[in-house]
């Protein structure tokens, strides 16, 4: 996991992730409880976006936005 990767607000919330699973894992107290964290960390890390993912996802809402902006009325309906 890069910063570069990450919007600031996304890179905040990694570190918030990173922080937390840090104090979980100081206080496990058996190791099965220290996988599990890990475990659970990585997959929300995981879950954020990273850049490429956001700009993807803006591009494709703006194609699917378009395609029923150019569906939404047609001619016949406005023709007298």
């Known amino acids: 996991v890069s910063e ?3 919007s600031a607000a996304n890179w905040e919330e ?3 992730i990173i922080a937390s ?3 979980e894992i100081e206080a496990a107290t058996d190791r099965n ?3 599990q964290i890990l475990t659970d960390a990585k997959a929300s890390i995981d879950a954020i ?3 490429t993912e956001e700009a993807e996802a803006l591009a494709q809402a ?3 936005a ?3 902006l150019s569906g939404y009325a047609s001619e016949a309906d406005y023709s007298a």
């Open 49 to 51: 976006p990273t850049l």
């Open 21 to 23: 699973a840090g104090s």
């Open 14 to 16: 990694i570190q918030a």
């Open 66 to 68: 378009i395609a029923e």
């Open 33 to 35: 409880d220290v996988a």
């Open 4 to 6: 570069a990767d990450y």
């Open 62 to 64: 703006k194609r699917d």
